[in-house]
């Protein structure tokens, strides 16, 4: 045991020093001295390997190799770091084979990964089984594949020498296609018969003077079937429509738009087709080239079928003098069957739900925490601060009489204060009933990002003391006068005169609540929640004041420290402003303010918030400082930390050749991988897929589950979930080796092709026209899984169109995160 330890000790040696040429050799030398050491016994594989080959489409093939391993040995990954031992390789074909293609690379099985003490490195290993599997596109003339497949295996106390094993892929007879040449024959005795199972009827309608919908009526008899432009590939031909011949007096937009179908598989064909019954309607939109064209051509083909086909070869030719004006502009099958295959490939019916996956906000609480900071942040600006012991003052001097009465009226003016701020929220959700979405495409917009930046800008300066903001004078006068009404009525309108008149401090504030609310995932009630959580801090205090007078004396005199609260929080709106500047950027791509750019902009801004603390940068409104206080020194410092910690935002992970990203960041600055020096296309490097069909398609041949990633460009959370809990070694693995990951953006303004621009109907009522991947990925998320929130995480199985388990949305604990992709790997196997 001891000779043989040594032994691979002395491999591993030999492979530190890169001896790659010889190793096969000493390997071999090694097994035979070891047999002599222990005795002479017959040479045997402890590997059998078995080949077997899974159709996916007519030309591509999943070729499969399964190794059966003898217990107590084992079979090493494909993928083993240099030094280590001869890794699993595969070879298909001859070297000048043209009959098939390899389609990426060889996938395998889950396997071992140890420390190994011999190699000192991480290895995988399997142990018992291993399948591999690879993609293949395939010749019609190709009916078998040669391979040969070398390898090493190890048990605890030996190696066996490198083996290399020929392996034979037979592909399986075409049984499908000779179904179908069968059909064939019988659809042309079908014609040679003459029977015609539709009637076809035409009409035009005029969209403007050079666009036209050329309609096309068919009536059906019982029991035929006419196939979808979208029908599965494989099965009964699809209706084509095309000119009847080439003219370049018009031009065809996209496809014609369909009436609704019925999905159903079909067992000869093996696909599930899409179909018309008893009658269909098609519209093709042509736009004129030529205005004195009179008439139009189009051919019509595909197929017809019931227990056989008959082939469809129609041409039908359009006058354009007989129309009839149409407004459309859009297909008139919103939301049916035919618009989301085109769309999406599949139908809401064929998804099957575990339940209602309505995802509600968790996030309400921390929106009201982060209000009510806010809040309390107006309470030390010079507007509201000074205001507290007057009021208090005047609420418990009229209640000497009756202290009982002095203290409930303030607390009713302190409860007024926050039904002032909630009654801002109301309109919100009166735009958020009549559109789900309109919050996140109000918070995606281009100009209003942009009108947010120069707002905050112009709060900023308003805040370093250039200038007031005020409401119009005519406003505090009129809340003023309503203050005599006396009564519960009085204390209202002094509740309003206080919001009117600390405005110059509070709006800037209020103006970040709101803006931050629209860009976040619960829309107006996250709003709500915000003006909750302000109103609660700034009407709080009055009433406790009220209650216990003597706590008055605790309070700090006013003083410069009000101006330097307010010329600190300029700097933090200033910072912010450019957060919004980076939303347009990124939803548009202009590629202006990419991480670099950003981070470089707000060193600069806290570097000068450092720079006024130490008292080297002044202000209008400051008053002489003589001596720096230990409040400033400690900020100042803190501060001057922040700053140390922006510049650490260039460090390069060298795993991922991204900028290592900030946690402190995280949503506020761009994504790393938007960058100038090391962009990244793809979250982490991982395989993203950005169109739902091919990441579905992909999922399919490679047998994986779905990741459905909804996410948007201006998403914060999104972010703090792909920079900081995707990259966690547990997450990271799921993701990229378990799922295909596919990220449909919200808020992509990339322009739909036209024969996708159609209209739909919202869930709630009302139509809308999806115009950009945003709208068309926002609407598959709103229909198929009644959520608009991001991020939305959905696991998918994309062979039976089931969601795997409950869907989730932030999810910034790594346990949980991990056991909700668990369990949905768990249920796909």
């Known amino acids: 045991?001891?000779?043989?330890?040594?032994?691979?000790?002395?491999?591993?040696?030999?492979?530190?020093?890169?001896?790659?040429?010889?190793?096969?050799?000493?390997?071999?030398?090694?097994?035979?001295?070891?047999?002599?050491?222990?005795?002479?016994?017959q040479v045997y594989n402890p590997v059998k390997w078995e080949t077997s080959v899974e159709k996916i489409s007519d030309t591509e093939y999943k070729l499969i190799s399964k190794a059966a391993i003898e217990k107590g040995w084992h079979l090493y990954s494909q993928n083993v770091p240099e030094g280590g031992p001869v890794p699993t390789t595969f070879t298909y074909g001859e070297e000048n084979d043209n009959?098939?293609?390899?389609?990426?690379?060889?996938?395998?099985?889950?396997?071992?990964?140890?420390?190994?003490?011999?190699?000192?490195?991480?290895?995988?290993?399997?142990?018992?089984?291993?399948?591999?599997?690879?993609?293949?596109?395939?010749?019609?003339?190709?009916?078998?594949?040669?391979?040969?497949?070398?390898?090493?295996?190890?048990?605890?106390t030996r190696c066996l020498p490198p083996n290399e094993i020929n392996l034979t892929f037979n592909l399986p007879k075409p049984v499908v296609k000779k179904k179908i040449t069968e059909k064939k024959n019988n659809f042309n005795q079908l014609q040679g018969n003459f029977i015609n199972p539709v009637k076809w009827k035409t009409s035009v309608e005029k969209v403007s003077k050079t666009e036209y919908d050329l309609v096309i009526n068919a009536e059906i008899e019982d029991g035929w079937h006419v196939y979808s432009q979208y029908t599965a590939e494989g099965g009964a031909l699809p209706i084509i429509i095309k000119k009847n011949e080439?003219?370049?007096?018009?031009?065809l937009i996209g496809k014609a738009k369909e009436s609704d179908t019925i999905q159903k598989y079909n067992e000869i064909f093996e696909v599930s087709e899409s179909f018309f019954d008893k009658k269909a309607t098609l519209k093709q939109r042509i736009k004129l080239t030529d205005t004195d064209v009179s008439n139009i051509i189009l051919r019509l083909t595909g197929q017809v079928c019931k227990k056989a086909c008959i082939q469809i070869d129609e041409v039908f030719t359009f006058s354009l003098s007989d129309t009839n004006t149409s407004n459309e502009v859009v297909a008139v099958n919103t939301n049916s069957d035919t618009t989301n295959l085109m769309l999406y490939g599949i139908t809401p019916k064929d998804v099957k739900l575990i339940k209602n996956s309505s995802v509600e906000s968790k996030s309400l609480w921390s929106i009201f925490a982060l209000g009510f900071l806010g809040g309390l942040l107006a309470l030390l600006t010079p507007c509201v601060f000074p205001m507290i012991p007057l009021t208090v003052s005047f609420f418990t001097k009229k209640g000497d009489s009756n202290k009982g009465s002095g203290i409930s009226k303030a607390i009713l003016y302190g409860f007024f204060i926050l039904m002032v701020y909630l009654i801002l929220s109301i309109p919100f959700h009166l735009l958020d009933s009549v559109n789900p979405d309109i919050l996140n495409e109000i918070s995606t917009n281009i100009w209003l990002n942009i009108m947010f930046f120069a707002v905050f800008v112009f709060f900023a300066f308003s805040f370093f003391g250039y200038y007031e903001l005020t409401l119009p004078a005519s406003w505090t006068t009129k809340t003023t006068q309503g203050e005599n009404a006396g009564g519960i009525v009085g204390i209202f309108f002094m509740a309003l005169t206080l919001a009117i008149v600390s405005f110059s401090c509070t709006g800037p504030i209020l103006g970040s609540l709101l803006a931050g609310s629209l860009s976040s995932d619960g829309g107006a009630w996250q709003l709500t929640a915000g003006m909750a959580g302000f109103g609660v801090s700034l009407g709080l205090p009055f009433a406790l004041f009220a209650m216990f007078p003597n706590m008055l004396n605790a309070l700090p005199k006013s003083g410069g420290w009000l101006n330097t609260t307010k010329v600190i929080l300029g700097f933090l709106e200033l910072a912010l402003a450019f957060k919004f500047l980076s939303n347009a950027d990124l939803v548009k791509r202009w590629g202006i303010l990419k991480i670099e750019p950003f981070l470089i902009i707000w060193i600069l801004i806290f570097a000068g918030l450092a720079l006024y603390l130490f008292a080297k940068l002044k202000f209008p409104h400051d008053s002489p400082i003589k001596k720096l206080s230990f409040s400033r020194i400690a900020g100042g410092v803190l501060v001057a930390s922040f700053v140390i910690y922006l510049v650490s935002g260039f460090r390069v992970n060298k795993e991922t050749n991204t900028y290592v990203p900030l946690t402190l960041l995280s949503g506020l600055a761009p994504p790393v991988g938007y960058s100038w020096f090391?962009?990244?296309?793809?979250?982490?490097?991982?395989?993203?897929?950005?169109?739902?069909?091919?990441?579905?398609?992909?999922?399919?041949?490679?047998?994986?589950?779905?990741?459905?990633?909804?996410?948007?460009?201006?998403?914060?959370?999104?972010?703090?979930?792909?920079?900081?809990?995707?990259?966690l070694e547990k997450i990271d693995n799921y993701l990229r080796n378990e799922y295909v990951l596919i990220s449909l953006y919200v808020d992509d303004k990339k322009e739909l092709p036209q024969e996708q621009r159609v209209e739909v109907t919202r869930i709630n009522g009302g139509k809308r026209l999806l115009k950009n991947y945003g709208h068309k990925w926002a609407n598959f998320q709103t229909q198929f899984f009644k959520s608009n929130s991001q991020p939305y995480y959905v696991l998918f199985n994309p062979k039976t169109n089931e969601v795997l388990n409950e869907p989730v949305g932030y999810t910034p604990n790594e346990e949980d995160y991990a056991k909700f992709l668990q369990e949905g790997l768990s249920l796909f196997n």
């Open 1 to 41: 045991m001891k000779f043989a330890t040594d032994m691979i000790s002395l491999t591993k040696l030999l492979n530190t020093f890169s001896f790659k040429m010889i190793r096969a050799s000493f390997l071999l030398f090694l097994f035979l001295l070891f047999q002599g050491n222990v005795g002479f016994s």
């Open 99 to 156: 009959n098939f293609s390899i389609i990426e690379t060889t996938t395998e099985g889950e396997g071992h990964v140890i420390d190994d003490p011999i190699f000192n490195m991480k290895i995988k290993f399997f142990s018992d089984t291993a399948t591999f599997e690879q993609l293949v596109k395939v010749s019609n003339t190709t009916s078998t594949i040669n391979a040969t497949v070398e390898f090493m295996v190890c048990d605890d």
């Open 246 to 251: 080439p003219n370049s007096s018009y031009e």
């Open 678 to 727: 090391y962009p990244s296309e793809s979250t982490n490097n991982l395989k993203t897929f950005k169109d739902l069909k091919e990441g579905i398609a992909y999922a399919k041949a490679v047998n994986k589950p779905v990741m459905l990633d909804f996410t948007g460009y201006a998403c914060v959370n999104c972010r703090k979930m792909e920079e900081h809990v995707w990259p």
